[in-house]
């Protein structure tokens, strides 16, 4: 499962009956309307044609456990995401033709030959409903304590989005563009270059920004337990992640620390950093500045050139030329995949380090 | 702990009795001599001036439990390394000054001052000697099954190793390099650079790749136990760790599906890929190729040049110039620690994919 | 979650729209038929009015995930089983009047009144139904290394079974008691005292007894994950249990090791033990003998005598009369839910006991 | 691990250096004297020879991390306990002479003979110094909340604690008695029956019964991680327990619901029930009563008189004559282990609770 206290755990496959979402731990007494959770569901949905996969799925969804009268009980809670919009046939055909660079391969050798092939199975995309309708729920558990997720693109292929962008703006902006960039003037050059490489049959890799805002200091629990390596790990479920960096990420690796280090300073009496390079994270714990990581995505490794591949019961070199439907830039519709797996691993942390901060009150 | 059948936790703090691992789930009858564990140590210690600290350590250890006549008993194993070597004095002045980018600051406040401030507490670096102990038992598990770890410095500030160098050489040169990478003339340039920064009184980050050989196919449990997402958190239990990327990583998201893919191929009746990009995973999945991944460290936030800071009690900003010993760049001795925690997230996972193929064997 | 490789979650409650598992870590490629799942679910119903609830339902389940053509696919598996033939009404009137020694007033407190009251929520005997799905799974799981767990009816109230049933008539009988008790003269005797209590408006307890047999010696991780602490754990999550013992139990506590312990000897070149006064576990690992062990159902809370509790709401003593469907027995409806949770158990313990075996097999 | 947010890892074996415990999630700022430990690991020490062993252990502890100044850091802690007074020589001639009802063979099986089989290697009751020592630290994170866990002999063979007794009373008498009973007359009863045991080269079984005083309504983690759960997995990691019940336990079996529950009242305002046969848990959760167990302790498997057994190596039965030091009773001396085990349980418990209270009370 995904987290310790607040958990999540996940099933479904892409043409199966649907994908879900068991969470635990979550406080009773939370307002959750089904609207809150379709509104989320939608953000996956991108319904432009040109920069992202032609079947649209309506996600409606079953809430079979843990609300009731419209509030979380405390008991576990299942979200089931039911598919609609099936198209299998073709699947039956490149079933032993694993897609260069997909699970197609790995899933066939770990699974024996009997995992659900079909459109991917649980290694589709499809997978991202359900951790998108979790994260609804963890996104209102935040709430309440003003902690917000706010995920973006910052690149596609060469396309960098390089301004700084007010926070007003992420919030307002990153969801009415179709690439899920903030900023228009990105947006409008990734929406082009998108739409071009789709029609060229090929697809493009991308960065996801996050900045998680108001997390209290002194979440995260080292040695093992520490805040970035569970997003880590969380964020490297999402199918297509291959690289995480906090803060300056890599570029640090390329610094000295006079520049690097953060220095303290006081403002309006409290302790904060003047620059943040750190991402927010020193030691494995929340310092109390803005949380920022950078997700790296693959380009969608199912494209419409064709490629050379392996018959798996022929044992043999062969090719495939792909024609279902597929996103040309998963990245864009993984913003808030993203935002909603960050959401799940910051409540647990939020929740862990609320357990102690209780005791010590009573200790006093 | 890091690990669910092989397991590990850490304790110990930097200037306390000393750090250790428990290590549990290991299977009984493995060889264990001390000197392997001795020698695996020593591969953390880098006894020039000019690149690294002067607290050397002799990091004596005892077996405290798990291992009799020299073969692991099935029992936990705990090793303890005692420390010594220990300069505590100038601690006491630095306590409400939080080090800028260290883990000061968030272990004042999530530990509400109790924390053993010395030498970073359970901050230091000192707690990555518990993981190359721990990660020593586990190359043992490994090297059964021929499964083999290998990191070293692919770039300390901008100085990168570009070349690609054979595996041979990696696995003789590697230790025998001050900074441990094993192209020489990459190793001189960087070893005269560490020197100069560290002349300077300064610091610099830097990148350990690492290539995991031997993989079978099938290693990782998604939806959420993948392998890439194992390796990911327990590497961010690094001290100093900031991003990490698999296969080509970050670059992918620059590139086009078309290029970024691996196209598979049978070479010798295997199946293989004709190129490594996705760096031996997929889906969460080991893919039968070498795994390949980065890890960036940041400069070492310890530096002796003045910094901007604040005093914790008398909630002031304030100045700090450190006097103790410091590395200059740690990267270059978290080679072994990558390993070795790599290491434990294979063994681990090797255990549990063999659960599975032992029942399905007796399957047929 | 229960088991650690092998693990069910659960979830849902009386009233809602029904209850599920997800079985996480089941290997692929297991025949799954609906049928057998139906069988199992229908052994948790007991169609004799003098002895069961009204509350008959027919169990439909749909499998949301993980079974593919019929066969375990490797993914988490999601089983729900939809609510049927409910009563709510009459919960809204004792909403807020505990039921004695229900879940009523630990619910309320533990969620702050949110939890879904209606027909006790997750706390109802409904909740064993997913039980006993999952069980399903884990008993085919077994049967390919003929692993076979069988529970029964040993005592209800003061009327015991004392003789000793042959294995086979254990298996042939059970189910065909309507009060699962294998012995024809002990079951009437019980049939006849529990329609008495039935009538009275009364209920009563009863003991479930288990023996698992083809269990292979060396199953059980101690010194924290015993066989045997994982058992009770487990068992405990059934409603209704008060006490769980492994062999003789509580009776050794009054006997002498002269007497208690179970000799060594050798049996068709098999090492066994004379008695079985352990009950097939030593120091938490399993010796090879049938594994015993029995388990305390208290008699069902909801009785239609009138009972002393009180008014949460005005906060003031008064008393309630149910007017709800219950079972006079819980003890003889879980029988089928012992054999279920045990058999998770046994099934994650094999599969990880399959890890080091696996390991060793390749270390010669 | 036992316990999640609270939890402890054990290690050692009987005859090697020493054994330990691994304590995590422990808050910090609690003082934790040595004095306090010793006290309490003294607890475990019965210096009277007719009741118990001859090896009379000093129980040297040394605390390695997590605790500086004298007060928990909220670090990893880690305490190891010396072993002292050993004499193996007698086990190598048992050494493949499994000694009946012992873990002797399933360690053997189970780790391919290669456990430590000295004293017993890890099965050994050397090992509850370890969760003696754990035991410590928690009730020192109960005692902030008054939460007070008290365990006593209930009964040795036949012989039994039959009167109330009041709680001050098993506070003040149970450790100056040598049989670890409250009563004068029952424990002077059971001294001389466990020294009449003793002389004939024999053990004896026993009953420890524990009472929990203190909880608040609310603790337990249903539908799988149950209070009572939770406690049961644990104490049945304690060498020699065969069978746990809470409450009136296996009794309520035979019981009537109308005798068995336990009528809601108001007393002083506050909700109680009037008899407290559920023994303060419903449906996994505390009730605010005082939660009441009792463990059945089988008796010492290593008794003086000659037993079969078989030979491994030879593979042919034999018989064993023991001359180690063992105790003719392990009951007596596993009271305060019952209750150090119960005290980690309920910390993690009572964290786990807080983690959500303290959210609550921001939801406001």
């Not at 969804?61 to 809670?77: H, M, S, V």
Request: hydrophobic share 35%; glycine share 10%.
């Amino acid at each position: 499962m995904i987290g310790k206290i607040f958990s999540v755990a996940l099933f479904g496959e892409s043409h199966g009956p649907g994908v879900g979402a068991l969470i635990k731990g979550c406080p009773p007494g939370i307002k959750i309307d089904e609207e809150h959770i379709s509104l989320e569901l939608s953000k996956r949905r991108i319904r432009d044609p040109r920069v992202s996969t032609q079947r649209i799925e309506p996600d409606e969804f079953d809430i079979l456990a843990g609300i009731y009268k419209g509030y979380t009980t405390g008991a576990p809670i299942l979200i089931f995401i039911k598919n609609k919009n099936i198209e299998s046939k073709h699947y039956e055909e490149i079933r032993f033709k694993p897609r260069p660079s997909h699970a197609d391969y790995t899933a066939y050798i770990k699974y024996h030959g009997y995992n659900d092939y079909r459109g991917g199975g649980i290694f589709s995309g499809r997978i991202t409903a359900a951790m998108v309708a979790a994260g609804a729920i963890a996104k209102k558990v935040l709430e309440k304590f003003s902690i917000e997720v706010l995920s973006y693109i910052k690149s596609v292929g060469d396309i960098e989005l390089n301004t700084d962008i007010p926070i007003d703006k992420i919030r307002e902006k990153t969801y009415l563009s179709p690439v899920r960039c903030p900023d228009e003037e990105t947006s409008r050059k990734i929406y082009e270059f998108i739409s071009k490489v789709r029609e060229m049959g090929d697809s493009v890799g991308g960065i996801v920004e996050t900045i998680i805002n108001g997390v209290p200091p002194g979440l995260g629990d080292p040695p093992i337990d520490t805040l970035d390596g569970d997003l880590a790990k969380a964020i490297l479920t999402i199918p297509g992640v291959k690289g995480i960096e906090f803060g300056e990420g890599f570029k640090l690796s390329r610094q000295l620390g006079s520049d690097a280090n953060d220095p303290f300073i006081i403002k309006s009496g409290k302790i904060m950093t003047m620059t943040n390079k750190s991402g927010g994270i020193n030691g494995g714990i929340s310092n109390g500045m803005p949380i920022v990581f950078r997700v790296a995505f693959k380009p969608t490794p199912s494209i419409y050139k064709p490629q050379r591949t392996v018959d798996l019961k022929e044992m043999r070199e062969t090719t495939i030329r792909l024609k279902g439907r597929f996103d040309p830039c998963i990245a864009i519709r993984a913003v808030p995949v993203v935002e909603s797996i960050s959401s799940i691993i910051m409540t647990d942390h939020l929740l862990r380090w609320m357990a102690w901060e209780k005791y010590l009150e009573g200790n006093r």
